[in-house]
């Protein structure tokens, strides 16, 4: 038999649980979520490798073995393809229809650690602000080639991962479930139950809710390969990007950023409009918040990568070369590129910030040519008085009254986060909150079995 190991020794706390205490098992399809269940409290749920989860309900029962008695809720795999929906909510109903004390986050053991991490990221983001309430249980250790070797290892892995996981345990199927049972207790001892909340906006951001159908999975695969090239097209870019002046460099990343979040953006859109027709209107808005949140996973990505090769920060508004200001006559924004900080004209510069894509105003713009993005330097022509005077004559070009620069205040950051900021959850949200997304939920809850079987 194998014999469960444990990261940090700790002994059963007595006294803090008035009641008995209640944990709930999560995890990917086939970690062995049901197996570990049904060694706990002696029952016979499907369990086993597959593509779709086998656990299709929520069970809530109490634990046979070991000294101390507690229960734990099996809940359906975080990963599963099928239902997808349904066991997000069950999920969901798991976590919060009743006090909890643990959330024990299920691992299968690879010898790929990396992809040991991954698998937990994935599983953790529906409670991410509940970290203080994980513990990890690393199952089918006994595949491990040397236990004690690859023991700390793990634990050094998974806790640079998430610094705030107190304690990990190690065990398989050859396990004593009651040795499982007592350190799985002693963790519990120290957490005081609590009744969790999640919220419809947190619900519907973290959890895994889209069933990809048929033939749209291979669409939609093809659309997560585009993105992925794109990336790596810019990435290639970044690595190779140097210029004889830093400012011109600095202007190349810059205008990268913001190119990569318009062609992402893009990519988004023509999947809506080329499928949006072959989706139903559930499936429809949960894809397309999932997009939506891989597309700011993977634009705050690029963005950390890049700011850091910068000689100022991007995002730090008191920058003096951040700032853009607003003319208070007019109301015209306008980002101050040139000319000193005396008294300046509206309309030396010919541009709205909110008429102009702002990829437009970069010293570069970036082209694609056999898959590659190749950067060219745009022409900028010297103000002079014969510009200024032609732009003031043009329409839309700003009042054309005297203000001084360092008089005004900087725009509020909410201005200003629309022009640099690369991506906001903002957009995302405007789709759940649309009276079609709240019907077509409420249509869909009165079909999902949300109590507990025993």
């Known amino acids: 038999m194998y014999r469960p190991l444990m990261k940090t020794s700790i002994t059963a706390k007595a006294g803090l649980n008035r009641n008995k205490p209640c944990g ?25 490798a597959s ?22 809720i099996d809940t359906p795999g975080t990963d599963s393809q099928t239902d997808t929906y349904k066991h997000a909510l069950q999920l969901r109903a798991g976590l919060t229809a009743t ?32 970290t203080n309430r994980i513990v990890i249980l690393l199952s089918h250790m006994d595949n491990a080639d040397d236990h004690n070797k690859e023991f700390s290892k793990i634990c050094g892995i998974l806790t640079e991962t998430s610094p705030k996981i107190d304690n990990i345990i190690f065990f398989s199927k050859n396990s004593d479930p009651s040795v499982i049972a007592d350190l799985m207790y002693a963790c519990m001892s120290h957490m005081v139950p609590k ?47 140097k210029t004889d002046y830093e400012e011109d460099q600095d202007e190349l990343f810059h205008a990268m950023i913001v190119q990569f979040k318009f062609d992402i953006d893009e990519l988004y859109q023509e999947f809506v409009n080329k499928h949006g027709q072959a989706m139903v209107e559930m499936d429809c808005y949960a894809l397309s918040v999932q997009m939506q949140r891989e597309n700011v996973r993977i634009n705050d990505e690029f963005v950390s990568s890049v700011t850091p090769l910068m000689t100022y920060n991007l995002f730090d508004n008191m920058d003096p070369r951040n700032q853009i200001k607003a003319c208070p006559h007019c109301g015209l924004i306008w980002w101050k590129t040139e000319g000193c900080d005396g008294t300046t ?74 022009i640099f ?13 649309t009276e079609g997304f709240q019907r077509a939920e409420a249509s869909y809850l009165q079909t999902v079995d949300l109590s507990f079987h025993e």
């Not at 053991?109 to 991410?128: I, S, T």
């Not at 900021?421 to 909150?433: A, G, P, S």
């Open 24 to 48: 709930i098992l999560m995890g990917q399809t086939g970690a062995g979520k049901s197996t570990l269940g049904n060694m706990l409290c002696g029952t016979k749920h499907a369990s086993g």
């Open 51 to 72: 593509e779709a989860s086998l656990t299709q309900l929520l069970f809530r029962n109490d634990v046979c073995v070991g000294r101390n008695a507690f229960s734990v």
């Open 99 to 130: 006090e909890l004390n643990t959330i024990f986050i299920v691992l299968k053991y690879e010898n790929r650690y990396n992809k040991m991490v991954d698998h937990y990221l994935q599983v953790e983001q529906p409670v991410g602000t509940f």
């Open 195 to 241: 009744r969790l909340k999640i919220s419809d906006e947190d619900f519907r951001f973290h959890f895994n809710l889209y069933e990809i159908r048929m033939g749209m999975r291979r669409c939609f695969d093809q659309y997560r390969k585009q993105v992925n090239d794109k990336y790596a097209a810019y990435c290639r870019l970044r690595d190779q990007t």
């Open 345 to 418: 004209n509206c309309g030396n510069r010919v541009t709205s910030m909110f008429d102009v894509q702002p990829k437009a105003l970069f010293k570069y713009t970036l082209k694609w040519v056999n898959g590659e993005l190749v950067p060219t330097k745009n022409h900028i022509p010297k103000l002079t008085d014969n510009v200024a005077n032609a732009t003031r004559s043009s329409k839309g070009v700003g009042c054309g009254k005297a203000f001084v620069w360092t008089d005004i205040p900087k725009l509020n950051d909410e201005i200003i986060f629309q």
């Open 421 to 433: 900021e690369v991506k906001t959850m903002e957009e995302v949200r405007n789709i759940i909150r």
